[in-house]
């Protein structure tokens, strides 16, 4: 069966909704599966969990069938995403824009200008959607 990964803030910010809402028509369009993912940052205080991620989404979009929740902790969101999308075996990726500009000014600084599509689609081994 196929798996769509959505990385998401919490609580659900208008972009993470919006991304959200993308990931869930591509899961239902192709019978997939879902899991909708939230990173706690090890330097910050605040800790989610994964009934509170399912509550804020469930009051957002309603119960969604065959979604799990994920919440990972870890220093770094893009790396504790690819840890995920990875151990998922995940078929397609959904990210917002605004996860991908903060991605490229994360690495800005380590390789200059880099092409962040081709990073992802280089790492994560399958279908990239941006939002």
């Known amino acids: 069966m196929t798996r769509v990964v959505v990385p998401v803030r919490y609580p659900l910010s208008i972009h993470s909704a919006s991304t959200l809402g993308e990931a869930i028509d591509i899961a239902a369009a192709e019978e997939a599966e879902l899991t909708v993912l939230h990173v706690n940052l090890y330097q910050d205080s605040r800790r989610v969990t994964r009934t509170d991620l399912k509550r804020a989404v469930e009051r957002e ?3 969604l069938p065959k979604a799990r929740y994920v919440v990972r902790r870890g ?14 075996g995940a078929d397609v990726v959904v990210i917002g824009g ?5 991605l490229r000014r ?26």
């Open 75 to 88: 220093f770094i969101v893009e790396q504790a995403i690819l840890d995920e999308v990875a151990a998922e």
């Open 61 to 63: 979009f309603g119960r």
């Open 106 to 131: 994360t690495l800005r600084g380590l390789l200059g200008e880099p092409d962040i599509e081709s990073f992802l689609k280089r790492e994560l081994d399958c279908r990239l959607e941006i939002v």
């Open 98 to 102: 605004k996860q991908v500009s903060r």
